[in-house]
């Protein structure tokens, strides 16, 4: 079977999401966020103080071009991962993407009480939204399919990709 991954901007609810397929469906569930942490023993958080960006980059990386080769997935990504457009497309090439849309409206009222973001730590957090979101979303459009999740339940996000499995599996 093939995997799921989810990407998207940070807060959009990738991880939640995530676990409630990965129960519905009996897929294992990564986040791979989590599987960066468990590698380098420290936060997302002290990768960046510490070993700056470009070090997180090659970490997260390695984890997903390594983890896409299980099967059974469903995979959450970091809101930066597919900025890397080698690792976009080795995800498209070995899984079904999904990307999770918010307006920025939604994602400021979900990040603005955020603090371990470290691609967040501006002076200005929504101009810093507002700057990520344009350079990012016309490359999370590349997904194979956007779900816009704006004033959608979990219940419903989740039934609608459940859907979009379904159809995609079955080819119809
Ligand atoms: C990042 C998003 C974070 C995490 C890191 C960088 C980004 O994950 O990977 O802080 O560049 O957008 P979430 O999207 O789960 O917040």
Redesign the pocket.
């Known amino acids: 079977m093939v995997n799921i991954v989810l990407i998207g901007?940070?807060?959009v609810g990738?991880?939640t999401i995530g676990k409630m397929l990965g129960d519905k469906l009996s897929y294992r569930f990564l986040d791979s966020?989590d599987e960066i942490e468990k590698i380098a023993g420290v936060s997302?958080s002290d990768i960046f103080n510490s070993y700056g960006e470009e070090y997180?980059r090659e970490l997260?990386f390695q984890v997903l071009s390594n983890i896409i080769d299980e099967a059974k997935l469903i995979i959450?990504t970091?809101?930066?991962?597919v900025m890397n457009r080698k690792l976009f497309n080795i995800l498209l090439s070995k899984g079904i993407v999904i990307h999770l849309d918010a307006s920025i409206e939604t994602l400021y009222d979900r990040l603005k009480d955020s603090n371990d973001?470290?691609?967040l730590y501006h002076d200005d957090l929504e101009k810093r939204i507002e700057e990520l979101y344009k350079l990012r979303r016309p490359i999370y459009m590349r997904a194979h399919y956007t779900i816009n999740t704006d004033g959608k339940t979990k219940e419903d996000i989740n039934n609608e990709i459940l859907q979009i499995i379904n159809c995609d599996l079955t080819g119809n």
């Open positions: 901007f940070m807060g990738k991880s966020d997302i997180f997260e959450s970091g809101g930066g991962a973001r470290p691609m």
